[in-house]
Structures are given as C-alpha cells and as structure tokens.
C-alpha cells in the first residue's frame, strides 16, 4: 500500500495560516488524499479529500501537487481548536476504507 | 454526528481476563471498523466488518476476535487480556458511495482499556 510521509509537528500562531505538509510518492492513479484530524481525547474527524484539483470545504483547502506526489492542507486562520494531530491518508474510493493506513500524523500546536 | 457509541468508555481489568468491548451505531452503515491507538502513535486496524457475520483481520488482529449479529452492534473480545492490550480502542463505521469519491469513516469516543 502507498505510504504517506508528514512531519511529526508543526507549530502556529493563532489567526495565522498553517500549511501542513504530507509526501506520497508512491500513490497510484485512483488514490484519493484524504485529511482526517484527532482532537484530544476524541476519535478522528473528516477534514477534506480530493484527487487532483484543489479543494476547498468550510474546515480547510486541500492543495495537490501538479505530479500528486505531495499535498498541502491550508488552515486559513488557525483557532486554538485547530490544535490536533493531522493524519493524511491514500484510500481508494468506493472500497474498504479500513485498508488505509494512519500513520503517526503531525501534532499542530497553536499558540495564543 | 454521527450516532457511533462504544461502550464501556473505561475499563480496567486484570490479565488473563476476557473483556468485550461493543459498538452500536444508528446510521445503518455496512462497513465497521476497531482500531487501537498507542500514546503517541496513530491507528492500527484491529479487525473489520463488511456486513452482517462477515469479518476480516486487519494489521494487528492476534489475540482479538470480532463478531457482528446485527447491522448496527460490532463487538470486540479480547480472548486473554494482556497489559499489551492496554490501549485506546476506536470503534469507525462507513459507507462508501457507488461512483463517488465519498468514502468517509465515522470514528466513536473510544474505550480506554487498561490491563493490570
């Protein structure tokens, strides 16, 4: 299975935009990137997920390389709530979403 | 939300001791799913359900076992407990969309387990 790389934690300040990193040079054509995040204490949520273009969504934007070997997530305006552990994940449509993995994520802290 | 609720929320318990973990959900979803997840570490996929008494393993399933009777409860059992097994456990549902992209997971609260 493609393999997604992201650094392990990212810092911002509050009301600034936070661009979160993920490397997947393995994905195959009928990957989609997925973004999901963990608050504390709570199970992962759904943030975004694309194939090609860009998306955007009330949470956040999602930009994909050109050669969709990496993507960015953009929190336009970070809010201490946005402090969580990002997980950006390859899942295939349309199949057993349980043969994605979760890797370690990045941990964002947001600093007042 | 979605209607995911795993039960109990906390348990401790000694090893060599069976325990059963339950998820029930109200959105009718055919695939369910338990993950464990480590301090620090992201999920690992325990075993999975693809409808009624149909399961499979995922990455990390010794020493667990599942079972579905119903459309709506998935349950986890841990044969033995050992402290290995102490761990947060996240119960997730989906259903994918025929010709969609859409294949989101719904994840529950999680069960804090702790084996002495």
């Known amino acids: 299975d493609a393999k997604t790389t992201q650094p392990n934690s990212m810092e911002s300040n509050e009301e600034e935009p936070v661009h979160l990193p993920c490397n997947h040079s393995t994905i195959s054509g009928t990957d989609y990137i997925h973004w999901y995040r963990q608050l504390p204490s709570q199970g992962p949520e759904y943030v975004i997920h694309g194939l090609t273009s860009n998306v955007n969504n009330r949470m956040a934007s999602l930009a994909i390389a050109e050669d969709r070997k990496s993507s960015t997530l953009i929190l336009h305006r970070a809010t201490l709530r946005d402090a969580a552990v990002y997980y950006c994940?390859?899942?295939?449509?349309?199949?057993?979403?349980?043969?994605?993995?979760f890797g370690d994520g990045t941990t964002l802290t947001v600093k007042p | 939300d979605a209607g995911i609720t795993q039960s109990p929320r906390h348990k401790v318990t000694e090893t060599g001791t069976p325990v059963t973990l339950r998820c029930h959900q109200t959105e009718n979803h055919r695939y369910m799913y338990w993950y464990r997840q480590d301090p620090g570490h992201g999920l690992r996929l325990i075993h999975y359900?693809?409808?009624?008494?149909?399961?499979d393993k995922g990455e990390v399933s010794d020493g667990y076992s599942v079972s579905r009777s119903k459309t709506e409860d998935f349950l986890l059992t841990l044969e033995s407990a050992t402290s290995s097994q102490t761990s947060v456990y996240f119960c997730a549902i989906s259903e994918p969309i025929e010709a969609s992209s859409y294949n989101e997971q719904f994840f529950g609260p999680g069960t804090r387990l702790t084996v002495l």
């Open positions: 359900s693809y409808g009624v008494k149909d399961t």
């Open positions: 994940i390859l899942r295939a449509h349309n199949t057993n979403a349980g043969k994605s993995t």
